[in-house]
């Protein structure tokens, strides 16, 4: 069995899960951790429980001890140092008029690291920003390019609800924000009044959403027709959270009346008359046409005959040697012409020539 706790690194920060140990620990106590990037001072979230090996997560880091007095002056010393650090880090980002937005410098427990927070549209080359940072501060520096949603999770502020944000109060992940989450709730589509201090979707549209998705399902659509004390109507708007719906009678008089007191009929949305299916239209369209699929025998043989009937009235051409068109010569050494499927005989091919024009040079004759 293992003894698992859960710490924090700052108020609002992602919760992580240590080997408590032996250590008897309880909610909101100060303790030296372990981690990747060194020792820090974490906070106690809930109190140690035991959990199976299957349970144990992988790479479990353990908590070294109870933060003391020295341990979080210390971390005290640290932090009041961080604003120095921003100060002479942003001094050498104008001066190099580079194109990004210093955040926040946080300090490691024990001043072994600077990590710089930054934002920028796109890839920066801080190279040469570090080397005045490493030769100015004599520690370790790390750059840090983060969204907007972290930033405005570093910074804090004032919601549009007058309250502190939620994502630097108890929010500890962020989740994916949609427009259609405030289609549902029924709010006005309006940037202004949909977005948080980061420029985004307010993360608060996610707190009701499945609640008004479940509250819908018992509401009929708009459009629907329905029957009030006896009068028919149709439906054109509806109240989620009051469970009520505004009927429309045939009077141009709307009404607002609970779910219970509505009859629903069996007319559904009022439809336009159908129109011509698309396969009838094809039929249609293909009736005027000629087929062209296979013939009945009849026609093949009709089909036949007519094809065949030039063939018959036409005189079988004679040798190459010997036709003369046109008083031209006849090429010499040439074949006999071809037979095409109906047994006459194909024309000689002949160059392009542009029709009714007689030729430059016509030839008188042979010449012997």
């Known amino acids: 069995m293992t003894r698992l706790v859960t710490i924090k690194f700052r108020t609002a920060g992602k919760q992580y899960h240590f080997n408590a140990g032996e250590l008897e620990l309880s909610p909101g106590q100060a303790v030296i ?11 106690v979230v809930t109190p140690p429980r035991e959990v199976t090996e299957n349970e144990t997560p992988e790479n479990l880091k353990k908590i070294l001890r109870v933060a003391t007095t020295e341990d979080i002056a210390q971390a005290e010393n640290s932090a009041a ?15 190099r008029q580079m194109d990004m937005k210093l955040v926040r410098a946080e300090y490691l427990f024990d001043g072994s690291k600077i990590i710089f927070f930054f934002t920028a549209d796109g890839r920066i080359d801080f190279r040469e920003l570090v080397k005045d940072l490493a030769h100015y501060f004599h520690t370790r520096i790390e750059m840090r390019q983060i969204g907007v949603r972290d930033e405005a999770k570093l910074i804090g502020g004032i919601g549009i609800c007058g309250r502190s944000l939620c994502c630097c109060t108890f929010l500890t992940d962020f989740v994916p924000v949609s427009v259609k989450m405030a289609k549902e709730q029924g709010l006005a589509l309006n940037p202004s009044k949909i977005s948080g201090q980061c420029g985004r979707l307010l993360c608060c549209l996610n707190y009701e959403y499945k609640t008004y998705l479940s509250l819908k399902q018992q509401l009929p659509k708009c459009g629907r027709q329905v029957k009030i004390e006896g009068q028919e109507g149709e439906i054109v708007g509806q109240n989620v959270l009051d469970q009520t719906i505004t009927v429309k009678l045939d009077e141009n008089q709307q009404v607002e009346v609970p779910l219970d007191k509505v009859e629903i009929s069996e007319a559904r949305e009022k439809s336009s008359p159908p129109e011509e299916a698309p396969a ?38 004679p040798p190459a040697e010997t036709k003369r068109r046109e008083g031209k010569p006849v090429r010499r050494g040439g074949t006999a012409p071809q037979e095409n499927e109906s047994g006459a005989p194909k024309r000689p091919r002949r160059k392009n020539r542009p029709r009714n024009r007689s030729p430059k040079n016509p030839p008188s004759g042979d010449k012997s």
């Open 81 to 95: 140092r961080e604003k120095e650090a921003f100060r002479f880090c942003l001094e050498r980002i104008k001066s």
């Open 33 to 43: 951790v372990e981690t990747e990037r060194g020792r820090a001072l974490g906070t």
């Open 280 to 317: 009838s239209r094809k039929r249609s369209r293909g009736s005027s046409r000629p087929r062209k699929g296979p013939r009945s025998g009849d026609d093949a043989k009709t089909a036949r005959s007519e094809e065949q009937k030039p063939a018959q009235t036409s005189s079988p051409a």
